[in-house]
Nanobody, 125 residues
Framework: QVQLVESGGGLVQAGGSLRLSCAASGRNFNNYRMAWFRQAPGKEREFVSGITGTGENMYHADFVKGRFTISRDNAKKTVYMQMNSLSPEDTAVYYC??????????????????WGQGTQVTVSS
């Protein structure tokens, strides 16, 4: 099992940048696929980015490609997401999630059985 704690959220102006971090505790961190999801008020939680256990493959939702980049440092048991060119539409609570295996799509919330508490990102115009 693994415990996840997000940090790095905050208030930023449109066009600005933030780097989110998700620190994990537990064994065998490199066995976990990791992902970032976000949820705005009144909306469904949606997939933002994902990364395989080795960090070899990364996946980004179309609406963040070219702006956000997921990465991980297994020695530090931490996953990151660099967010550039932020806009007010990016305002949401951002969650990190972990899983080992799922038979369906890894872009769905059902794929993940470990979640952090979330960190608020607010982008002002």
């Amino acid at each position: 099992q693994v415990q996840l704690v997000e940090s790095g959220g905050g208030l930023v102006q449109a066009g600005g940048s933030l780097r989110l971090s998700c620190a994990a505790s537990g064994r065998n961190f490199n066995n976990y696929r990791m992902a970032w999801f976000r949820q705005a008020p009144g909306k469904e939680r949606e997939f933002v980015s994902g990364i395989t256990g080795t960090g070899e493959n990364m996946y980004h939702a179309d609406f963040v490609k070219g702006r956000f980049t997921i990465s991980r440092d297994n020695a530090k048991k931490t996953v990151y997401m660099q967010m550039n060119s932020l806009s007010p539409e990016d305002t949401a609570v951002y969650y990190c999630a972990a899983t080992t295996y799922y038979s369906g799509s890894y872009t769905t919330t059902r794929a993940y059985n470990y979640w952090g508490q979330g960190t608020q990102v607010t982008v002002s115009s």
